[in-house]
């Protein structure tokens, strides 16, 4: 599962800039490739004093050809001093300059999985995403030569793989000399064809002869400076590459106005600053913004926003922008302001009444979220985030809550309708830890994402203890909030007056591999919980290290381990018999939130890979398909469409808990790309194996010493391994369910210590038949208040 890059410790350069940048403000990645496998992609070229005025012309040409991509680019030089690269980092925000005695060190880049090496001397006309989804060898453009044999040029095109240089290959091109590349990959078997479109020479297009429209790359030769190198003017080939020779303000202005998607990170580089002297273009204006709200810069798209509409009511877009960045900043009222001017245009005012229910009930106002769910209805009937919240906040009796002093109060993402299928069991799974009775009369329910005002403060303090957990709470842009930068809505100066004993419980870091946010707030609020809670446990050790690594040292040691409790789900539920007989099937289940942090530039190979694995499984037993949520169900249209392939499809998020259970423990093994669709089926005593795509299933593999039950989905072989592996746990299917149930009583021995502990911390009695109670202390007996499987003391 590790990654085959090797560390490296350049920093990628751009310009200065007067807004807040990555590097200038708090935010920072979580970079865990290392767990998920997750390449790292690389653009590079070898450029000279001479040779500069030609990579600026290659960059330009690779922003407009493909405004979508963007990743770092490794600029080779023989040692040319840092103000030689101003001109480049005007261009790309992601430049890496690094020394090298010539371009053929671009095979040994450390620090990359993939390197696409270009010249000064090429222009980029088409899209080179093809080039970043090949995964085997170096691929190549073989040009012809004298006798009609074609070869590698030194200076054309590359795709390597680096994993797949081997020693060898690179004292092969360290002996130089004539056709240096071609020789190496030949000896080597590493040269994996390309399509001449990806490497034209120039020199091929005589007079008039027009550039083929399946150009992606047009190469004007290395030997010379670029502009010697070039077709004569007036040429189609000369056009081509003039069309690039731009000033810089003329660059950015042409990469603004280009239609369609932009990466993220070239538009705020080309786009800002915007001019001092008169507006920039309002809509150029609400891409920046909606840019920095994507990536947590609440405050920055604020302020783009706020002049933006100053005085302009007729800009629907930018004030729903507005406004929902301003919710992030928890500015409740001026948000709300935002999002009913943006209602009066009929085209977004379904979206703006979705967000208004949504603030509305935050903020606990939960007839007015009702109102303004019904009027986004009105607006458009069709609207699923109207709907849902209309669902939700609609009047219906409240259940019969018992006594407040006997409650213990429950602080979690508690999903409804047709909401993740993970997080609807989850919240049960945590009060059963506590007893059997896991209704109104023992808990009271506080929605995590809730406001905690004064009224919702006196709820809490009301009760003989808060529980907080479990789940990924700590993820900063899932209901975003300036309160305490995770889930919890909470301000610091409110948690500081809780006086009901606190304990976290299985709460998990749930931040993405490359996710950016900003980690002062998230860090201030998490010190002033640790310190305020009696019991602060993280589902695993991953979690455990990354949130230490946020606090002082003082605080380090109160945090501790404490399992998910889905993964003890035996030992918790009555129902759930080890015995009963199983079906003869393989459930697999794959995620699509964050889609580009999941998968990168590897979602196709994903795909055909899951394919063949898919096709195997189904010789052995029936393969169907376990969907959390509608949004997973994008899995099974794709691989119907791109293979041919038709799963069946188990509707989890229509099911109620017991039932998700059942069908998970009924199964033979569970493939899956969700921390639940692991964890509940585990907790059930079903085998697992995690297509691992976030650090989260790498951590609970690790937990359990079993790593080899997780394939990362960018690994190269992820197809033969999964079929491999799930022939194993088929070929000997007893073996594997008892090393479940054995890695599972180390989670509940854990499980159990704690629970004993928060005995104590809630003033719970040792077994109460009408109270909540914990599970006391030793391995081999029964919880107090718990009704156990006969198999449980096995």
């Known amino acids: 599962m590790n990654s085959s890059a090797e560390p490296t410790h350049e920093r990628r350069t751009g310009p200065a800039s007067p807004v807040s940048t990555p590097d200038a403000d708090d935010r920072r990645a979580d970079d865990r490739r290392a767990v998920t496998g997750k390449r790292r992609i690389a653009f590079a070229a070898y450029a000279d004093e001479d040779r500069m005025p030609g990579l600026l012309v290659l960059l330009r040409s690779l922003a407009l050809a493909d405004p979508a991509v963007c990743e770092d680019f490794l600029l080779l030089h023989p040692g040319l001093p840092d103000s030689a690269f101003d001109a480049a980092r005007r261009l790309h925000p992601r430049l890496v300059p690094r020394t090298a005695q010539n371009r053929l060190d671009v095979f040994r880049a450390t620090g990359y999985d993939t390197v696409i090496a270009l010249g000064p001397g090429m222009v980029v006309l088409g899209s080179l995403r093809p080039l970043l989804a090949l995964r085997t060898g170096v691929a190549a453009v073989p040009q012809p030569g004298p006798g009609g044999v074609r070869t590698v040029r030194d ?4 795709v390597i793989q680096r994993q797949d240089v081997t020693a060898a290959v690179l004292d092969a091109l360290a002996e130089g000399g004539e056709d240096t590349v071609d020789r190496a990959l030949t000896e080597a078997g590493l040269l994996e064809p390309l399509g001449s479109p990806y490497d034209l020479p120039a020199g091929r297009l005589y007079d008039a002869i027009p550039v083929p429209e399946s150009t992606v790359v047009l190469h004007f030769g290395e030997d010379l400076v670029p502009q010697q190198a070039t077709s004569a003017p007036g040429t189609p080939a000369h056009e081509a590459r003039e069309r690039f020779e731009l000033d810089d303000e003329a660059f950015r202005a042409a990469y603004c106005a280009l239609p369609g998607a932009k990466h993220p990170e070239l538009l705020l580089h080309c786009a800002l600053p915007f001019p001092e002297e008169g507006r920039a273009p309002v809509d150029l204006v609400r891409q920046v913004a909606e840019v920095h709200r994507q990536q947590g810069r609440y405050d920055e798209a604020v302020a783009l926003l706020t002049d933006a509409v100053a005085d302009r009511p007729d800009l629907p877009r930018c004030q729903e922008t507005l406004g929902i960045s301003l919710m992030a900043l928890s500015r409740y009222e001026e948000a709300e302001a935002h999002l009913l001017l943006a209602t009066v245009s009929p085209d977004f005012a379904a979206r703006a009444y979705g967000q208004l229910a949504r603030l ?8 007015d979220a009702a109102a303004y769910a019904r009027e986004g209805l009105d ?11 209309y669902v939700r906040t609609r009047s219906t009796e409240a259940p019969a809550e018992g006594p407040a002093d006997e409650q213990l109060a429950h602080v979690a993402l508690f999903a409804d309708g047709q909401e993740n299928a993970g997080d609807k069991v989850l919240p049960e799974a945590v009060r059963m830890c506590f007893g059997p009775d896991t209704g109104p009369a023992r808990w009271h329910e506080r929605h995590v994402h809730r406001l905690v ?20 709470l700590f993820l900063p842009d899932t209901a975003p909030n300036s309160n305490s930068g995770w889930q919890w809505n ?71 381990y404490q399992p998910c409790p889905t993964t003890v789900a035996r030992h918790l539920d009555p129902g759930l018999d080890d015995g009963a007989p199983r079906e003869d099937t393989v459930l697999v ?3 699509y939130d964050r889609a580009g942090l999941r998968f990168g530039h590897d979602y196709g190979h994903f795909l055909a890979e899951t394919a063949a694995a898919v096709r195997a499984i189904g010789e052995r037993a029936e393969v169907r398909y376990a969907a959390h949520m509608p949004a997973d169900e994008k899995y099974v249209h794709d691989l119907r469409r791109e293979h041919g392939i038709a799963l069946p499809v188990e509707p989890l998020y229509l099911f109620s808990n017991d039932r998700i259970r059942e069908l998970y423990r009924r199964t033979r093994l569970v493939i899956g790309m ?9 907790g059930c005593g079903t085998p697992v194996i995690s297509l691992v795509s976030h650090p989260k299933l790498a951590y609970f593999l690790a937990d359990m010493d079993r790593p080899d039950w997780g394939v990362s989905v960018h690994d190269r072989s992820l197809g033969a391994r999964l079929a491999e592996r799930a022939a194993a746990v088929l070929d000997d299917h007893p073996a594997a369910v008892a090393d479940v149930h054995g890695r599972q009583e180390h989670l509940w021995s854990v499980t159990r210590a704690n629970l004993a502990e928060l005995r104590d911390v ?3 009695p040792d077994a109460s038949p009408g109270g909540p109670s914990a599970p006391g202390p030793g391995a081999g007996e029964p919880a107090p208040g718990l009704h156990l499987p006969d198999t449980r003391t096995k």
């Not at 200076?155 to 590359?158: C, Y």
């Not at 640790?530 to 040292?553: C, I, M, T, W």
């Not at 969700?674 to 585990?682: L, N």
């Open 589 to 591: 289940n794959c995620a």
């Open 360 to 367: 509305a009930w935050l903020l606990g106002r939960t007839e």
């Open 453 to 472: 005002d004064e009224a919702g403060l006196e709820e809490l303090n009301a009760r003989r203890g808060i529980v907080v957990g479990g789940g990924g």
């Open 674 to 682: 969700r921390g639940h669709a692991g964890m509940i089926p585990f």
């Open 155 to 158: 200076d054309g095109l590359l």
């Open 762 to 764: 809630f003033g719970l």
């Open 490 to 560: 909470i301000p610091d100066g409110v948690l500081a007056r809780i006086t009901a004993p606190l304990a976290v419980f299985a709460v998990g870091y749930n931040v993405f591999d490359g996710q950016l946010y900003r980690r002062e707030r998230f860090a201030a609020s998490l010190r002033a919980l640790v310190g305020k809670s009696a019991f602060f446990g993280l589902r695993n050790q991953g979690s455990v290290d990354r949130v230490r690594e946020l606090l002082p040292e003082e605080l380090r040691d109160r945090v501790r």
């Open 379 to 389: 607006a458009d009937p069709t609207d699923g985030n109207c709907h849902a919240w």
